[in-house]
């Protein structure tokens, strides 16, 4: 028996490490494990111990099989033989013959099979170099189960696998069928991220006509991702980009990242607006980066360098729906509990853009904090910063403008409750600002404007003892919030019209008002936490002298707007929360003169677990347009997936987009979507093919 366990100890060791999985320490012979075999004989003249038949043994979360196992002792050489197979989770490698030397620590397998999520892969020969690397030799990689007959392939003259990190292919031949359609000098694929280094979508358009975008992420490592662009638009020409991503790691911890993307295309039809169509190279060059210099202290940077205002638009309608001006910018900034110092910079690199320039700012935020053992708090901003208005140079306009700027605002409060229930909060303080020069380009200026007010607010509440079970309901709880908050803020020193306008700073001026405001909030406890089930929070303001109204033009000549002098519109702001898997959000402003509705924002959101989700969302704005747009998505199962998305517009009765998917697993572990989309007079169709184990796949092509 004794002779048995030091037999499967030393296979099972050499079995693991052949197989590039490594368990084996000083001492594994001792360390539990479970073997079998139907015969096992001791040569001991030779030193040979052999065991033929089922042989079996696990170790931890690996198992060993083989029809026959020979180690040789004084050469410490071990060979398996017959239907070989070494399995931990979803790593599998079968063969016919293996072997392994415990004083090299190498080994080979002829003719071996193997799995490593979600890679099939076969060759003549496999041989281990080292606990994470091994290598294939003639080897077809495919994600089809069936390595002898798949539906497609990649043959590769050499594989190197590193068992849960990556694995590189050279030499490689993409096969559809047994027919080539590829060629790569080498394929790298991580085997621990989500992300296909393939990314194909041929499709059609009224304004690209017929094109195929391609993207192929090229040398992984660790620290960079790299992906090469190469499209083609039958109407527009070719493109090209690259595009990295980064990491920046320090001690094993990751303290900076980000990304540089660059794109160029000789567009055989640029067509800006109000101009005809003509050829024009267009480019785009981007970078963002974020660092953390120490734990508090941020840098983050952007620059964005384009050939025209409209690049984005026609080609990555993506990003111009998420920012369609682009800032270029580095700020470096420090946080503590108390305050926010930061230094900040903004510079325009097209000229086709309206840009305040700040060159540079530097700006301290003091948080509302307690001034020593005082019942006084302090709050405040200063700042100091070199600006230039810079204007659109396609427009012909030479009016640009610059002045520096010194501001600081400083407020104390005092914070105290009353009758145990009542919150008071009276406050005073002043904003100073300084301008070299202003409107008349001669005089420095001061704007000085003296502030104080006072907020009243207090908090009730009651319990009511519901339990639901089907509405996950555990006791009720009805929260109500009045408040009452006075602003005064006195006419400023400097008339309005005399200071140049940058931001939002040179535009505060002479205020006079009241905040009415009221919050009600119904909460119950799920998992043990507060849940909030209405969140409904209300508040007007009243002016009590018509001067001090500023967010509607008044109407001098109408003698019956005394209520819109005095009154700001009613605003609404609510959010529900009543079921799990159903929310909704709703903002609105309503003119209490006309009694009607300026602007009202709805969100709507049903889903069931991945069966189906319905997001509904309504922007309506009384002066300009309304707004809606839905979007549907069905799973009836694991092989199909549905999508729609509607955007419609009420004012022109207008469809403004329309989208349609229809998703289906394939074999093979494949995906594929047909999208069709119409957004105005240009109508689009796609179609992309993705493996499931990397779902991490750009659907959007562009307008």
């Not at 190498?106 to 170099?129: A, I, L, N, S, T």
């Not at 969100?603 to 991945?610: A, E, F, G, M």
Request: hydrophobic share 30%; charged share 30%.
């Amino acid at each position: 028996m004794v002779k048995r366990i030091v037999f499967a100890g030393l296979i099972c060791i050499g079995f693991i490490l052949s197989a590039g999985y490594t368990f084996a320490q000083e001492g594994s012979a001792t360390l539990p494990l479970t073997c079998d075999a139907d015969k096992m004989d001791y040569d001991r003249e030779n030193g040979i111990i052999t065991g033929t038949g089922n042989v079996k043994i696990i170790y931890e979360d690996v198992t060993l099989e083989a029809d026959k196992v020979t180690v040789v002792l004084e050469t410490k050489d071990a060979y398996a033989e017959g239907n070989v197979r070494v399995t931990q989770g979803e790593k599998i490698i079968t063969a016919e013959k293996m072997h392994y030397n415990f004083d090299t620590k190498q080994g080979d397998v002829d003719k071996p099979e193997g799995f490593v999520y979600p890679w099939y892969w076969k060759g003549d020969k496999v041989e281990r170099h080292s606990p994470e690397f091994y290598e294939v030799h003639n080897c077809v990689l495919t994600t089809c189960e069936d390595c002898d007959n798949p539906k497609y392939h990649l043959k590769a003259k050499k594989v190197q696998i590193y068992p849960g990190n990556k694995l590189i292919a050279r030499h490689v031949v993409l096969y559809f069928g047994k027919i080539p359609v590829f060629y790569l000098p080498i394929y790298s694929q991580s085997l621990k991220d989500e992300k296909s280094r393939w990314t194909v979508i041929p499709g059609n358009s009224d304004k690209w006509g017929t094109y195929l975008l391609s993207a192929y992420d090229w040398l992984l490592t660790e620290y960079v991702d790299s992906t090469l662009r190469l499209d083609y638009r039958h109407k527009r020409g070719l493109g090209v980009g690259v595009d990295v991503d980064y990491r920046i790691k320090k001690k094993d911890k990751q303290v900076g990242a980000g990304e540089v993307q660059t794109y160029y295309i000789d567009d055989d039809a640029y067509e800006p607006e109000g101009e005809s169509a003509r050829k024009k190279k267009r480019y785009k060059a981007e970078l963002k980066h974020l660092q953390f210099i120490t734990p508090t202290v941020k840098l983050r940077a952007e620059a964005h360098k384009l050939s025209d205002k409209d690049i984005l638009r026609d080609f990555f309608r993506g990003e111009y729906d998420d920012d369609a001006q682009p800032s270029s910018y580095i700020d470096i900034s420090k946080l503590s509990n108390n305050y926010l110092l930061s230094l900040y910079a903004r510079k325009r690199l097209n000229d086709f853009y309206d840009v305040v320039e700040r060159l540079p700012q530097l700006k301290l935020d003091a948080r509302n904090q307690q001034i020593f053992e005082t019942p006084f708090y302090y709050e405040g901003e200063t700042s100091i910063v070199k600006l230039e208005k810079r204007f659109d140079e396609d427009d012909g306009i030479n009016e640009n403008y610059d002045s520096v700027r010194f501001d600081t605002y400083n407020l104390i409060s005092y914070p105290k409750k009353y009758f145990g229930w009542l919150e008071v909060t009276p406050n005073i303080g002043t904003r100073q600002t300084f301008y070299s020069k202003g409107e008349d380009e001669e005089e420095d200026l001061w704007k000085g404007i003296f502030i104080t007010g006072i907020d009243f607010s207090t908090k009730m509440f009651r319990i009511y003892d519901v339990e639901n079970e089907k509405w996950n309901l555990n006791d009720l709880r009805h929260v109500i919030e009045p408040g009452i908050e006075y602003t005064y803020y006195h006419k400023p020193s400097v008339d309005y019209s005399s200071i140049y306008k940058f931001d939002s700073i040179d535009n505060i001026g002479y205020q006079n008002s009241f905040r009415l405001s009221l919050r009600n909030k119904l909460q119950t406890k799920r998992k043990k936490q507060i849940a909030n089930l209405i969140d409904l929070w209300t508040y007007i303001d009243y002016y009590p002298k018509p001067d001090g109204y500023k967010y509607i033009d008044i109407d001098e000549d109408d003698d019956e707007s005394e209520l819109r002098k005095h009154f700001s519109n009613f605003f609404i702001d609510l959010q529900l929360r009543p079921l799990n898997g159903l929310q909704m959000d709703v903002e609105a402003s309503i003119d209490l003169y006309d009694g009607l509705v300026d602007i009202l924002n709805t969100d709507l959101s049903v889903y069931r677990n991945d069966l189906w989700n319905v997001s509904v969302g309504h922007r309506y704005r009384r002066e300009d347009s309304s707004l809606l747009s839905y979007e549907i998505n069905f799973k009836p199962s694991e092989i199909w997936n549905f999508k729609l998305y509607h955007r419609y517009e009420f004012e022109t009765g207008d469809m403004e987009e329309q989208e349609y998917t229809i998703y289906k697993r394939l074999d093979c572990d494949w995906n594929t979507a047909l999208t069709f989309r119409k957004t105005g007079d240009d109508a689009q169709v796609w179609m992309v093919f993705w493996l499931s184990a990397y779902p991490d796949i750009t659907m959007s092509v562009g307008e």
